[in-house]
């Protein structure tokens, strides 16, 4: 594969919260094209997937990412299913490529990088992509929530490990397995 492979395969990658869902579509590895987080207000699935078929019609993806839900079998979690399931269903009818992650999956990909944790992920994509600087969030104490914006640096990892798993991540960015805390 050449670099210029992804250039034309846009990758958008969605990680649900309990506000709506942070995301991240890169055109190739090195360019996060946008980010942000879309605050669905009702949290009602139809919802979700109005706002996802806007982005898909405005950005063209080729590849989304998503997560895989884990946790303790509860409504919640049967409602994250719900809606992985659905956005699956309306990628495939838009011919979108669709893989999911496990946390397990995307922290193997950063342990290359001595990155364990959604704080020092953040920190290694927040040297990888200036574009996500002004944003990164800092180590919190467990009894503190999560930063407002650490769903953008989800979706952002969840690119990274794909492309961790399709190409040799350390490589293409040219990185050191060393990175400074």
């Known amino acids: ?18 506000l709506g869902f942070g995301y991240a579509l890169f055109r190739e590895l090195e360019t996060v094209q946008e980010s942000g987080i879309a605050i669905i207000r009702r949290r009602f699935l139809d919802q979700y997937l109005e706002r996802i078929k806007l982005m898909i019609k405005a950005y063209k993806p080729t590849v989304m990412l998503l997560p895989i839900p884990r946790g303790f079998e509860s409504s919640k ?12 269903k309306l990628a495939k009818n838009n011919d979108i490529v669709v893989h999911s992650y496990t946390r397990k999956q995307i922290q193997s990909a950063f ?26 969030p800092v180590e919190r ?29 350390s490589k293409k960015l040219q990185l050191t397995t060393e990175i400074e805390s």
């Open 1 to 18: 594969m050449t670099d210029n492979t992804y250039i034309d395969h846009p990758i958008l990658a969605i990680y649900p919260t309990t």
């Open 111 to 136: 342990t290359q990088f001595h990155a364990i944790n959604k704080e020092q992920i953040a920190q290694a994509l927040d040297k990888w992509f200036p574009k996500l600087a002004k944003r990164c």
């Open 77 to 88: 979690l049967q409602r994250k299913r719900e809606l992985m399931t659905a956005i699956k």
């Open 141 to 169: 104490p467990n009894y503190m929530p999560a930063d407002y914006f650490q769903p953008v640096y989800d979706a952002a990892s969840l690119v990274a490990t794909y492309y961790s798993i399709t190409i040799d991540l």
